[in-house]
């Protein structure tokens, strides 16, 4: 039914569907693979909201608030504030990214109506290229046994850390001890200024003494050592009996080589403490509530490692992936996550988001997965989470569990690695520590969990002597019937990609598509790309994938595909997933200044309960019908 509606309108109207640049799997990565039950918890009365650039000065227009009246309809709004204010236009910073954070604003209402039912009724004016809830992230901490310290002050030794033998930290180390003049930014509750294991690492603002004056004009009053972005000041020492945030930069971070305490995987590196919490607040637990602004901060305070240990499942959001991209391709940031403590497949954000490196955790014995970690086909690698040794509050010691603590071993790692190769980009340095995991699928225990780990546990060592390895990833994809890029039953795809290679030539690449759905049945699922050359893109467009949709009566169909990538000559072997949809219900056609929504029931505009379905038709963002039909 759909498609006679797109070729009668095709004929008719003179549409065009081949303009569409973003392949589903691109467009829309929320969480419709693993839905499960748990859902991020959001702050209550605020919306987030990205305004189009056309209409940039809305809210400086007097009496804006008619213009959206009939969405406000019981809503009363009590502030609008700039959520970066000291954002600078993205045409002004001359990057190629696109994402301008000058235009995203904080509103905060009283009133009755939901916080999603607003997001949807403001996101119809038009005005807004999305508005979404603040989520509220939660700290990734999961305490075991508790440790004192020993008096014979030897506990920063083999026998204690034994994560550090485990990742190749003690033979990384031999190569590389780390630059001061690399950053390691920790997000979270807040560092101990009182502690000696982080006084000797903190990257002091020599720019920006504590004067009551903001000496380096940047926005904040004496950030001479961190911020407190939660609180607003500048004073990021943790609250009592909030100690997450002093174990994980102490797993990155601790200082090294000083007879004293335990060992961070940066060694030399330093550490930038920015909190994230409020220091007050005991409505949400434990509350992360200035994160994303906190990653923001530490990227434009020259941070190259961001680590976040912390987030939420099923909770992606617009707002949030345009932060990441912006801070990694604006910054060059490489941003390390802690893959979540569902004990379940879960997208769980920041982790999941494109661009950032999301880390699994495994246990202290034989690298089989933590009990309780998360795992999906979004982890990019794991390492230890179980029996870490980490620092406590009161310059004590003692022994945590949780992915919060694997990440961090993974951002000193970034660490070293981007002191070794400063010429490498972020995405490299990524790609770098991932490829040289060592493969842990194969491990009795982790067998459910194959390619769901990541390449598999963290090898400092490898990361800083690899020579030969590859990075393959795909980066854009072209799926297309005969009529065009929406694919129903019955259709002969053929599949075209763009390779990316982020490291070391290849010399005798195959790519292998694959598909364990039985609505799919592979024609040709091979690909010889033979050489690509680093930071070198190559196209299979005279080799392309080919296979056929059988044919099945259910619409809106989610497939994941699976990209194989083998190199013998060089010993690479690695895999990538990606998700498409097929048989949709509607389509949504977007040409110069129309967009109309077609439905697989006739209707044209909006369709479903409540107009849940499609963006109506729009002119010139003006909407101009909600509803019609063909007779």
């Known amino acids: 039914m759909i498609r006679n509606i797109l070729i009668i309108l095709l004929l008719s ?7 569409q640049k973003t392949p589903y799997y691109k467009e829309k990565r929320k969480s419709e693979t693993f839905p499960g039950t748990l859902r991020a918890q959001v702050m209550d009365n605020t919306i987030i909201v990205k305004l189009k650039q056309e209409h940039r000065d809305f809210f400086n227009t007097p009496g804006y608030t008619k213009s959206i009246q009939q969405a406000l309809a019981g809503v009363s709004i009590k502030t609008v504030e700039k959520m970066f204010p000291n954002s600078t236009p993205t045409a002004a910073l001359n990057k190629s990214s696109a994402v301008d954070l000058t235009l995203v604003y904080k509103i905060n209402y009283t009133g009755s109506i939901s916080v999603e039912a607003l997001a949807e009724k403001l996101e119809e004016t038009g005005y807004f290229e999305y508005a979404e809830a603040q ?50 930014g920790v997000i979270d509750t807040g560092t101990d200024f009182n502690n000696p294991e982080f006084t ?23 950030n001479f050592h961190g911020y407190d972005l939660a609180d607003k000041d500048n004073n990021p020492q943790h609250t009592p009996n909030k100690d997450h945030g002093l174990s994980v930069a102490g797993c990155s971070s601790a200082a090294t080589d000083n007879i004293t305490g335990i060992a961070g995987t940066g060694f030399k590196c330093k550490y930038l403490p920015v909190k994230g919490s409020r220091t007050a607040d005991s409505i949400y637990d434990p509350p992360i509530v200035a994160g994303y602004e906190g990653i923001v901060y530490a990227a434009r305070q020259g941070c190259k490692v961001i680590v976040c240990s912390w987030g939420s499942p099923n909770s992606y959001s617009k707002l949030n992936q345009d932060i990441i991209n912006y801070v990694v391709e604006t910054y060059d940031v490489v941003i390390v996550a802690a893959a ?24 202290d014995t034989n690298d089989t997965k933590w009990n309780n970690s998360s795992y999906s086909h979004k982890v990019d690698l794991s390492a230890q989470g179980k029996r870490i040794l980490a ?7 003692k022994y945590v569990a949780g992915t919060s603590f694997s990440a961090p071993l993974v951002a000193g790692a970034a660490g070293l690695v981007r002191s070794k190769y400063p010429h490498l980009n972020a995405l490299q340095v990524a790609e770098l520590l991932r490829v040289t995991a060592d493969n842990i699928d194969t491990v009795p225990g982790n ?15 490898k990361a800083l002597t690899d020579t030969i390895s590859p990075a393959i990833r795909m980066t854009k994809s072209d799926l297309r019937s005969d009529v065009g890029i929406h694919i129903f039953p019955g259709d002969t795809v053929k599949a075209y990609f763009d390779f990316l290679n982020y490291l070391h030539p290849t010399q005798n690449l195959e790519v292998v598509l694959s598909c364990s759905s039985p609505l799919i049945t592979m024609i040709d699922s091979t690909a010889n790309l033979g050489t690509i050359n680093t930071l070198e893109t190559k ?13 099945t009566g259910s619409k ?24 498409y949809k097929i048989n949709p219900s509607y389509i949504n056609i977007d040409t110069n200044k129309v967009k109309l929504s077609i439905t697989s029931n006739g209707r044209l505009g909006f369709g479903g309960p409540e107009y849940s379905i499609g963006e109506g038709l729009v002119y010139k963002n003006k909407m101009l019908l909600y509803e019609a039909g063909l007779m």
């Open 13 to 19: 109207f003179g549409f065009v569907v081949y303009g």
């Open 135 to 184: 989520v509220v992230e939660s700290l990734l901490y999961m305490p075991n046994d508790t440790l004192s310290v020993p008096d014979d002050d030897n506990y920063a030794g083999k026998a204690t850390q034994n994560h550090l033998i485990r990742i190749k930290a003690f033979e990384a180390w031999d190569i590389e001890q780390g630059d001061t003049n690399v950053v390691i």
């Open 200 to 222: 000797e690492n903190i990257k002091y603002n020599y720019a920006d003494p504590i004067n009551g004056i903001d000496d380096d004009g940047d926005g904040y009053i004496d």
């Open 340 to 363: 979540g403590n569902t004990h379940g497949e879960y997208d769980f954000y920041p982790a999941s988001y494109d661009n950032v490196i999301s880390v699994a955790a495994t246990i």
């Open 391 to 397: 620092i406590g509050q009161n310059n004590t010691y």
């Open 447 to 461: 067998e459910p969990y194959k390619e769901k780990l990541g390449k598999g546990r963290l090898n400092m060592y």
């Open 539 to 551: 196209v299979n467009t005279d080799d392309p994938f080919v296979f056929y949709v059988n044919p």
């Open 556 to 579: 809106d169909i989610t497939l994941k595909f699976r990209l194989g990538y083998s190199d013998p000559d060089k010993n690479y072997t690695d895999y990538q997933y990606f998700y």
